[in-house]
Nanobody, 120 residues
Framework: QVQLVESGGGLVQAGGSLRLSCAAS????????MGWYRQAPGKQRELVAS???????NYADSVKGRFTISRDNAKNTMYLQMNSLKRDDTGVYYC??????????????WGQGTQVTVSS
């Protein structure tokens, strides 16, 4: 079983910055892709950014140039640096990851979510 713990959310004014963290723990052998998703009120959950274990990144068009995803493979931790935040970035941000457990079983897990609120 894999646990994902997110942190770093909060309330920030438009134009400000936040840094989210997601730490994975458990009997993990390896982690493949890690990603950040968000869900705004009344909207579907959407991919914000993802990063593979080799460092290849993918961003939603709405956050390109403002957000940066990174990961520390030694710590099984992923980060999302969010700059120039807009009100449309408001939502619950979820961490998602998949990989292989120590017994060779694949896994896919979601974090509990962290609230990001951008005020005008």
């Amino acid at each position: 079983q894999v646990q994902l713990v997110e942190s770093g959310g909060g309330l920030v004014q438009a134009g400000g910055s936040l840094r989210l963290s997601c730490a994975a723990s458990g009997s993990i052998f390896s982690i493949d892709t890690m990603g950040w998703y968000r869900q705004a009120p009344g909207k579907q959950r959407e991919l914000v950014a993802s990063i593979t274990n080799s460092g290849n990144t993918n961003y939603a068009d709405s956050v390109k140039g403002r957000f940066t995803i990174s990961r520390d493979n030694a710590k099984n931790t992923m980060y999302l640096q969010m700059n120039s935040l807009k009100r449309d970035d408001t939502g619950v941000y979820y961490c998602n990851t998949n990989g292989i457990l120590g017994l060779g079983v694949t896994f896919a897990s979601w974090g509990q979510g962290t609230q990001v609120t951008v005020s005008s």
